[in-house]
């Protein structure tokens, strides 16, 4: 961990000089107090490395990054993290957006829904016309019957049983 701190006008690219840091550490995540300190911009950021702000809690994965790049630990983030957008987005950043909250709806994720509605608006992206049922039908593909999903009735109670002993253990 390093915690780099520049003076005002200590450095001509103080951004550049960090993410020089951050290059030659090999560095996977650059934790800032908030955008302001990278001039509302994490795009360059995310071009080197993924990036986490602390104010709001914000979490900007490297461009270009998905599932298949490479395996990550899980990161939780708050609810936050699903917020409108603070600032106007630029296409770029709807795309990294798309990819973070890949999973997300648009209809639930307000942060989704901003860069679906940018880069609908842009060109980028064209909303589909036909329901994924409709979709399924013309290729002749089966689609899932509308079932109510099973609940789960969660851990056996020994199972919590034995983890509050446990927790009570550790506090002795």
Not at 40 to 68: F, S, Y
Not at 88 to 114: E, F, G, T, W, Y
Request: neutral net charge; hydrophobic residues 40%; aromatic residues 4%.
């Amino acid at each position: 961990i390093y915690i780099v701190r520049l003076g005002p006008d200590s450095v001509p690219d103080s951004i550049g000089h960090v993410l020089d840091i951050v290059r030659a550490t090999e560095t996977s995540t650059l934790i800032v107090p908030d955008l302001a300190h990278l001039e509302n911009h994490p795009g360059r950021v995310c071009d080197t490395c993924d990036l986490i702000t602390v104010c709001p809690e914000q979490l900007w994965l490297k461009a270009g990054m998905n599932a298949n790049d490479a395996t990550r630990d899980s990161i939780w983030l708050p609810e936050v993290w699903h917020s409108e957008p603070e600032t106007r987005l630029r296409v770029a950043d709807a795309h990294r957006i798309m990819q973070a909250h890949r999973a997300c709806n648009p209809l639930d994720c307000p942060r989704k829904a901003a860069a679906f509605a940018l880069l609908a608006d842009t060109g980028k992206l064209v909303p589909a016309t036909r329901s994924p049922r409709e979709r399924a039908a013309a290729r002749g593909l089966p689609y899932p019957t509308a079932e109510p999903m099973a609940t789960s009735a969660g851990p056996p109670v020994d199972v919590l049983q034995r983890l509050l002993a446990g927790l009570t253990q550790v506090r002795r």
